[in-house]
């Protein structure tokens, strides 16, 4: 059942491939999907919860889907739970949430969360803004991107007899982004994970980007929560003096958390407190 389940999401996300991402227009577009299952194996599932909401060509405007689902049965000498639950908008933001109790050890219990979306920018140019020597201006050619994808999540699991429950949470980027993912596995306290990408591309290029968030959860004879819903949040940066981007409807992806020092920037730190030392040092 639960690989029939994520076959039906896949073929949501295949069929929204007459929407997808191209190079030839400005387009931006969300999904959502949620499901929750009390599986015994097929054919005998006791229940079992599906849901999906998208919207394409969302403009400018924050438009938020979302699809909560929730399976209860009460087994001989105990019950099963599960929920599942995700939601998305176009500035980039993700929300998953997905929990599972099962007092017995048949049937399995699955719940998962995901949401997804995704846009194409076209990097741009003013040449009338000048450049310095360390960061030259866009009209020598090209644009430099900052992405950020950084993730808040909790992960619980438990077990009451032998089998217990497991938590998940997957964080990919998609298009330019493949490259940035961030995987998280119980035993995982809250936490904040970020992850950068430095892309350059030529002025006028299309550039598909997105996110996809999972939150996933199983129990036999257990209990499990992945809590992403804190979010998953999305941030973009133009590093190029005099560049920018577009996007369809005007969709304005500003930085969505406070961007961590890079590596540079602590070394630079570094150096500036051992000089203040020795100052301090000699001046005695």
């Not at 996933?216 to 999305?234: H, I, K, P, R, V």
């Not at 969505?256 to 407190?273: I, V």
């Amino acid at each position: 059942m639960r690989g029939s389940r994520w076959f039906l999401g896949v073929a949501l996300l295949v069929c929204a491939g007459g929407h997808e991402m191209k190079a030839s227009t400005v387009s931006t577009w969300v999904q959502a999907i949620s499901s929750a299952c009390i599986c015994n194996g097929l054919p005998w599932d006791v229940g079992s919860s599906f849901n999906t909401g998208q919207k394409f060509g969302a403009g400018s405007v924050a438009y938020e889907i979302s699809g909560p689902f929730t399976d209860n049965y009460l087994y001989s000498g105990g019950s099963q739970y599960a929920e599942g639950w995700s939601s998305a908008n176009t500035a980039g933001v993700l929300k998953a949430f997905s929990q599972v109790n099962a007092t017995t050890p048949i049937p399995e219990v699955f719940a998962d969360g995901h949401s997804y979306w995704g846009a194409t920018i076209q990097a741009t140019c003013d040449p009338n803004v000048p450049g310095t020597v360390s960061a030259p201006s866009c009209s020598a050619g090209s644009v430099t991107f900052h992405f950020g994808l950084q993730l808040h999540d909790t992960l619980i699991a438990g077990n009451y007899g032998q089998y217990g429950g497991g938590a998940f949470v997957n964080y990919d980027g998609a298009g330019a982004l493949a490259s940035l993912a961030i995987h998280d596995g119980n035993p995982h306290p809250a936490g904040l994970i970020t992850r950068y990408l430095d892309v350059t591309v030529p002025v006028g290029t299309y550039l598909d980007i997105g996110a996809d968030l999972t939150a996933q959860t199983q129990a036999q004879q257990g209990y499990a929560t992945a809590d992403a819903s804190s979010t998953g949040l999305f941030s973009l940066q133009v590093l190029t003096p005099g560049g920018g981007y577009t996007t369809q409807g005007g969709v304005v992806f500003a930085a969505s958390f406070n961007t961590a020092p890079e590596p540079g920037t602590f070394a630079a730190g570094g150096l500036g407190c051992l000089f203040l030392l020795l100052v301090a040092r000699k001046s005695r």
